[in-house]
């Protein structure tokens, strides 16, 4: 069985999303879960600086930020139509 291509340590069980072509399973769900996180992280820290407590639009509906950790925000759903 191929090995991730990433940590090397487990058995890959995930296409890599990052390349192009054939899917062949290249990563392990431990990698992946790990990339997720680090998306959010990132999109979180490029949007802008969130506050707790603070009410933001997404798409019509509205988010009461409720928590801000290193892998992210939490948002509470207040109100959408
Ligand atoms: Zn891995």
Same mark, same amino acid.
């Given at each position: *069985?191929? *090995? $991730?291509?990433? $940590?090397?340590? &487990? ?5 890599? +999303? #990052? &390349?192009? @072509? +054939?899917?062949?399973? +290249?990563? $392990? ?5 790990? &990339? ?6 990132? *999109?979180?820290?490029?949007? &802008?600086?969130?506050?707790? @407590?603070?009410?933001?639009? %997404? /798409? @019509?509906?509205?988010? +009461?930020? !409720?928590?801000? #950790?290193?892998?992210? %925000? *939490?948002? /509470?759903? %207040? !109100?959408?139509?």
């Amino acid at each position: *069985m191929k *090995m $991730c291509e990433l $940590c090397k340590i &487990r058995p890959a069980t995930i296409p890599d +999303r #990052n &390349r192009m @072509g +054939r899917q062949i399973n +290249r990563i $392990c769900s431990d990698c992946h879960a790990a &990339r997720l996180r680090g998306d959010l992280t990132k *999109m979180a820290q490029t949007i &802008r600086v969130f506050k707790i @407590g603070e009410e933001l639009e %997404i /798409k @019509g509906a509205w988010f +009461r930020v !409720k928590k801000i #950790n290193p892998f992210g %925000i *939490m948002l /509470k759903a %207040i !109100k959408w139509n």
